[in-house]
């Protein structure tokens, strides 16, 4: 049985990862500062799993804590989910990203170091790719010039992991680049819980739908697509845990073909807004309220993910398609609604 620490596992996607660990037989110890999640979300872990994860409510950007954590588990690997994530956010307080972002990650490597775990896996993201020349894109498409402090922190995370690992060769790490996560999970016991006024696409349409927000801005309809609104590749977020599973067995059965790799991990189908806003009507029967507005500053016109990398090495496909991504997360709305 492997100890996983999950730092950020209190948030979205770090709650969903730490339920398909258990549900592999995963010990799991959650290291969360609870800045941007909420401390029942361990209720709700143990609820689906049956079994609750420890939580330790510790910034990992600050050293000593990091380090004390370090002390009192026995840590077999680490998937590193603590960041702040919000694009607009991180040109507003750049510092602050790359004072949070940067420290944690170096305070776990060097625990790493000092503790020998050599297991990493790491959250990263599309915005990598920047706007890609061709799509879809693979893990040899070039990474681009960030578009933001935030984007910045992926890119530049993920050239120390490969640097490490080339200093390294007992240090192993799979930087897992994520498309657009959305969805519950599909207990309806756990989902986004967002802070303030939602940012993403996903968070806002549920929320107007159920009559928190009056009405969703579509930012632009005249980009080069279908019909003029932004496309993305949306994955089920249990999906994307399940890929860390998958991950994970693949460092320690030791099946790496060089100790640092990268994957993309979505759907590879590529969806505009207005088709995702036709579809949640379709399964949720609501008529959803919305305008289209002028573009959004830094948004990429398009992007979707070549996903043949992950499909044949980590034997990982997305099982979910968009209705379901979509019935999951009004479900989870509603369920939110309900518990108030
Ligand atoms: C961006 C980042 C991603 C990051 C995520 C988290 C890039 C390329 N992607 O994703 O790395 O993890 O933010 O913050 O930098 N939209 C609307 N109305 C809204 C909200 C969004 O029309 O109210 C549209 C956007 O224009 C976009 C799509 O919906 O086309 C998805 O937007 P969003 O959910 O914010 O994610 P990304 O911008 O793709």
């Known amino acids: 049985m492997h100890n996983v620490l999950v730092t950020g596992g209190c948030g979205y996607i770090g709650s969903h990862t730490a339920i398909a660990l258990m549900e592999e037989g995963c010990r799991v110890v959650i290291a969360d500062n609870l800045s941007n999640s909420d401390a029942r979300s361990i209720d709700r872990i143990e609820k689906i799993t049956g079994l609750r994860p420890v939580l330790e409510r510790t910034d990992i950007s600050d050293a000593e804590a990091c380090h004390q954590l370090f002390e009192r588990h026995a840590i077999?690997?680490?998937?590193?989910?603590?960041?702040?994530?919000?694009?607009?956010e991180s040109v507003r307080e750049p510092l602050r990203y790359y004072r949070n972002n940067f420290v944690s990650t170096l305070n776990l490597l060097r625990e790493m170091?000092?503790?020998?775990?050599?297991?990493?896996?790491f959250s990263s993201s599309c915005t990598v790719y920047g706007e890609p020349d061709t799509l879809p894109v693979t893990e040899e498409s070039p990474v681009k010039q960030a578009m933001s402090p935030y984007g910045n922190t992926k890119q530049v995370i993920e050239e120390i992991l490969s640097d490490c690992c080339k200093a390294d060769e007992n240090l192993h790490v799979i930087a897992l680049r994520y498309f657009n996560p959305i969805g519950a999970h599909?207990?309806?016991?756990?989902?986004?819980?967002?802070?303030?006024?939602?940012?993403n696409l996903l968070p806002y349409l549920t929320q107007t739908a159920i009559g928190i927000r009056e009405c969703l801005s579509v930012y632009g309809n005249d980009y080069d697509t279908p019909d003029g609104s932004c496309i993305r590749d949306y994955i089920h977020v249990y999906d994307l845990a399940k890929a860390h599973v998958c991950a994970m067995n693949r460092m320690m059965r030791k099946q790496q073909k060089q100790n640092y790799e990268v994957f993309n991990i979505s759907t590879g189908n590529g969806y505009t807004v207005l088709q995702l806003i036709k579809t949640f009507e379709k399964v949720s029967g609501k008529k959803l309220n919305y305008k289209i507005v002028g573009r959004r500053e830094g948004d990429i016109p398009k992007i979707w993910a070549d996903t043949r990398k992950a499909n044949e090495e980590l034997g990982w496909k997305a099982a979910y398609d968009l209705?379901?991504?979509?019935?999951?997360a009004w479900q989870w709305e509603q369920r939110m609604q309900q518990e108030g």
């Open 113 to 121: 170091q000092l503790h020998q775990v050599r297991h990493f896996i």
């Open 76 to 88: 077999d690997a680490i998937i590193h989910f603590a960041a702040h994530k919000y694009v607009n």
């Open 323 to 328: 209705e379901d991504m979509l019935r999951s």
């Open 186 to 199: 599909p207990s309806g016991e756990i989902g986004e819980i967002p802070h303030g006024i939602p940012q």
